[in-house]
């Protein structure tokens, strides 16, 4: 069985300041794993995806990721936040076992302070 | 090229009813994945369509359904409609076939259980 655990609901940073979202997950299997960002009244747009390979990935929006697999975490960070930044994001695994069967995280709201 | 398309994008519908929503993939993508996302639970897996045949499927009653049509465009279904089944559904699209390419999404279907 799959899960994902997003530490904090809620984390709010300075305009400038570095973003940490974190993300654990446990999997019986090798799994791929994602992070999204959705914001109001949109659906889920992806940031990044790791597969295989370099375990540092880097994404959209000067966002990037790094699977570690001793830790099972999968955090996400961006060195300099921007106000446009505040959304809402997701922490998402699935197996490689042949196409989607994604599990999500309950979501971190990011709020950016001026 | 255009996006993943949900109609309706809200419906309100009473108890014990049943409701169809519609999904039409980016053209090209032949997998179509469906999601429920609530306050409560978050955003949950229902299914996978890839080819017309269901690939994956998460922990619904069977009261929750799809098909997947010929041309990838996909249908839920949802029978005898229950208050908890209030959420905003989620539909997205990938090319398929080997590999966990990128999911697209759209922007959901509001439902609302009275």
């Known amino acids: 069985a799959q899960s994902v655990t997003q530490l904090g609901s809620h984390v709010s940073v300075s305009e400038g300041a570095l973003v940490l979202l974190r993300c654990n997950y446990s999997?019986?299997?090798?799994?791929?794993l994602f992070w999204y960002v959705q914001y109001p009244n949109q659906g889920l747009q992806l940031l990044l995806k790791y597969t295989t390979g370099a375990t540092l990935v880097k994404g959209i929006n000067g966002f990037e990721a790094e699977f570690k697999k001793s830790e099972t975490s999968f955090h996400l960070t961006k060195p300099s936040a921007h106000m446009s930044d505040a959304a809402e994001y997701f922490c998402a695994v699935s197996p490689n076992t042949g196409g989607f069967k994604t599990i999500f995280g309950a979501g971190t709201r990011l709020f950016v302070k001026a | 090229k255009a996006g993943v398309t949900q109609t309706p994008r809200y419906l309100i519908k009473t108890r014990g009813q049943q409701v169809t929503l519609s999904c039409s993939p980016i053209s090209g993508h032949r997998s179509v994945s469906w999601y429920q996302q609530t306050p409560g639970q978050g955003l949950q897996f229902l299914f996978e369509y890839f080819s017309e045949t269901q690939r994956n499927k998460g922990n619904f009653p069977g009261r929750f359904s799809g098909r997947q049509f010929s041309n990838s465009r996909s249908e839920m279904n949802v029978s005898t409609l229950e208050l908890g089944d209030s959420a905003l559904y989620l539909c997205?699209?990938?090319?398929?076939?080997?590999?966990?390419?990128?999911?697209?999404f759209g922007p959901g279907t509001r439902l609302t259980v009275l």
């Open positions: 997205a699209s990938s090319l398929g076939g080997q590999g966990l390419n990128e999911q697209f």
């Open positions: 999997s019986s299997v090798p799994p791929y």
